[in-house]
């Protein structure tokens, strides 16, 4: 008989971006409640997000621990405190210095990775050279990216083929040549760094070209959900890929998903009550994810529709948005109370998704929260504003058809534009036609359900995400480890 196999020890690097850092923590989590030896790697701060989480992992027996580095704010010229995308994408000028802070992590990434020896890192899209040192350690380097394949498969037809680069006009539709459905984009739509090229647009090319070096990539997302680009992802595009997710749906009580992203004490959800109190399907929850931020003019826009579609509604505002800005209506809050409920900076999210008084989710399209809609059986109004968010809009309108656009058309970056894009006659149309009953609202209703009862199947023993992740872990299992 050969030596007793070595217990699988995977290294997770998040990305400083709650978009990125929730779900990568849900899949280190969900790898250990696999057997798998953990550890993930980031800064004190980001820490305090899920250390609480950690904790009771810990104590239920999965083999967890966190090794933090220090995050350079203060080298990059961010301010002290600062070590995460929510807390400084208000700040003009903030990407090159975060760019720069996540390149001074290279070297105590490496140190840490030399003394501990791991199997596998898996390291964030933002971390190109992480494919060279784990390289140098002989180790296979896994990439997350955080969003759906069908986004990458858009995303690479874009830079494959251009087809934006012939058009004139911001509004004019073109396709997206090759994909499998017909996909129609403007250039409006798209991302600026493929219009003008910025150093983010350089870090992407790294990115594409230490994705072709790596060993493979981790989706969030579930086979049938996106079979189509799964597979056009993996045979087209040549990518190795394992669908794992929805990686959300690891939160399975109370606690775990009300301390999701959350360093503040969660013992008390004032919103869980609130819910309680409210008809089956009657609540719009409305939120936009961690980074993005709204101007004055159109955060009154937000308002007035929501207070004039006449739906109860819980709606996730920035307290940075609210002092700096004094946006809200007058009288607001008072007329609203008891119909309205504003939760400042940090939702419990997945624990109001899952509610059952929660009928539709206006959401900018993030992938997360895309994915946790459809997790919870939820459907949509889609807002999109920037990164990847208006290819998420299409899958979910057009391939799911279990959303509602509100005609948001123009991708604003995280600050959104000068001028309100969506005006509150459009918020109330989309409301009204989302849960204003009527056929198509009941078919989306249906589908949005149909989904939710496929995702839970893929996460369970023998669903597709599950045997996805038993092949990959046995793979791992059997990649050669270097000589010491
Ligand atoms: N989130 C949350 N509460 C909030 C805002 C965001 O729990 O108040 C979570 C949300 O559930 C999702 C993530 O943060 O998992 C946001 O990711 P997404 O891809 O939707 O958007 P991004 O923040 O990257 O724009």
Redesign the pocket.
Known sequence: MGPEPQQLHTFFFPLM????L??AIDMARLFASRGVKVTIITTPLNALLFSNTIDRDNQLGLDISVQLIPFPSEEVGLPQGCEN??SFTNLPDWTPKFFKALNLLQKPLEELLQTHSPHCLVADMFFPWATDIAAKLGIPRLIFH??SFFSLCVSNHLNRYAPHENIKSETQTFIVPGLPDQIKLTRSQLPEHLKTPSELSNLLQRIRESEEKSYGVLVNSFYELESAYADHYTKVLERKAWHIGPV?LRNRDIVDKAQ???SAPTDNQPCLSWLDSKKPNSVLYV??????RFTASQLLEIATGLEASGYPFIW?VRSKDESEQRWMPEGFEERIEGKGLL?R??????LI?DHPAVGGFV??????????SVSAGVPMITWP???E?FYNEKLVTQMLRVGVSTGAHEWSGFVGGEKAAVKREDIEKAVEQLMGGGEEAERMIARAMELKEMARRAVREGGSSYTDLTALIEELRLHPRPAV
Request: aromatic letters at 10%.
């Open positions: 971006a709650q978009g990125h929730l779900p995308a929510s955080g969003t959300s999701r992203g959350n939120s936009f994810g961690s980074v993005a996730v939760i900076d940090w939702a419990p999210q997945v998704l959401t900018h399209c993030g992938w997360n929260s895309t994915l946790e504003l920037f990164a968010q």
